[in-house]
């Protein structure tokens, strides 16, 4: 029998795992219940479904509900998660809101499945820049302990949700005419982001790093299963539509040589290598390497690419890598569903 399933939010994160369930054949009755926080109808995953306004009812009978809502004190998982609960549904949250709590498994398939256990209720999904760092980590770790990361990110404005992207199209047009005084939502971005780089997503908090700064602390060890790991993060919003960039240095207890790292990565799960000196994106010089950007998202849209691995020619035990993924599939809506898949391949959920 086909699994029920409930997906509460259908923003720019819960459109898409309306596609990854169509497309991955993910066992559930079709279309699956959807709602937000009122009703209407929607073109999702190619066709038009009944957005329910979310109340108790739109849990019952679920055996899966997948948060994509917004999050905080009235957002969709701490207003909901309970309901879901009781209904006998079992969660698998977007948002921030559970992620480090000692009772939630903060899951990436690729890197650690294993979290998940019989009789598991509630599931995090992790952050988008935290996703993509893991999986092209992870496979590293296996090999030598990373001691200390220093990551810098590229992030696309569909992270922020669906006015992230409106706001950059509006700007677009206003910025080509002039660079000065370009109107902007302070709301959704702290300053213009048409042809800018904005070194701060969401508020600032402890000794001044922002609170996407720590998301990608704190993830990480969870998922890595390493408290000690030293990580020093910095969050860039860029005018990007989607895909997010990441600029990452890792220093390893022995050495890792690009070589080897090559080798690793290229035969690890959800990565995509871009880093050979003929790939398909290299121009003809001879001295050129290929190497991923965000557009590549459009073709790989469900793993991560990484290429420039490079020794860091500063510290011995100094690595230098650069990943793209896209942030609404791996770093969000794929990750849930192959989250899902996991369930439903070790028992835990039966169709
Ligand atoms: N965007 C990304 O790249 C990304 C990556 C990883 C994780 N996430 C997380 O995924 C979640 C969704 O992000 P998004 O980018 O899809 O945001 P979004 O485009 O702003 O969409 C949010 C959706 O949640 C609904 N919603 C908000 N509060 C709700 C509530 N209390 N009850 C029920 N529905 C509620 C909204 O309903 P209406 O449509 O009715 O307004 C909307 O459909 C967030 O927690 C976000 O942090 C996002």
């Known amino acids: 029998m086909a699994l029920k399933v409930t997906v509460v939010g259908v923003g720019l994160v819960g459109e898409t795992i309306a596609h990854c369930l169509k497309e ?10 959807v709602a937000a926080t009122r009703e209407r109808s929607k073109i999702l995953a190619g066709e038009s479904m009944l957005v329910e306004e979310t109340t108790e009812n739109v849990f019952k009978g679920a055996d899966l509900v997948l948060f994509a809502g917004k999050e905080g004190a009235r957002g969709a998982s701490v207003t909901w998660r309970k309901t879901a609960e009781d209904a006998g549904a079992i969660c698998i949250d977007n948002g921030r809101d559970f992620r480090l709590a000692a009772d939630v498994p903060l899951v990436v398939p690729e890197v650690n499945a294993d979290a998940i256990k019989e009789g598991v209720r509630f599931i995090a999904s992790p952050n988008c820049s935290t996703i993509q760092l893991v999986v092209a980590l992870a496979p590293l770790y296996k090999i030598e302990r990373i001691n200390r990361i220093i990551i810098s990110t590229y992030q696309s404005t569909s992270g922020w949700g669906v006015e992230g992207p409106e706001e950059l199209r509006r700007q677009t047009p206003a910025a080509l005419e002039s660079l000065e005084n370009i109107a902007f939502d302070p709301k959704v971005f702290s300053r213009p982001v048409a042809f ?20 990608l602390i704190y993830e990480t060890r969870k998922i890595l299963g390493d408290q000690d790991i030293r990580i020093s993060a910095t969050a860039v919003r860029v005018p990007v539509f989607v895909g997010h960039g990441e600029s990452i240095w890792i ?25 050979d000196l003929t ?16 557009l590549d998202v459009y073709k790989y849209r469900d793993e991560v690419l990484v290429g420039r691995i490079r020794k860091d020619t500063s510290c011995p035990n100094g690595l230098v890598l650069w990943c793209v993924s ?9 990750n849930v569903v192959q989250i899902a898949e996991e369930l439903v391949k070790k028992g835990i959920l039966k169709p």
């Open 251 to 275: 220093e390893t207890e022995r050495p890792i040589v690009p070589e080897e790292a090559r080798d690793i990565l290229r035969n690890s799960p959800g990565i995509v290598l871009m880093d």
């Open 196 to 215: 800018n780089c904005i070194p701060h997503i969401e508020p600032f908090m402890e000794e001044d790093y922002t609170r996407e700064e720590l998301k």
């Open 326 to 334: 896209d942030n609404l599939r791996k770093g969000a809506a794929l």
């Open 24 to 33: 991955r054949n993910f066992p559930c009755e079709w279309p699956p219940r």
């Open 279 to 294: 790939g398909e994106n290299a121009r003809s010089d001879e001295n050129e390497r290929n190497y991923p950007t965000p």
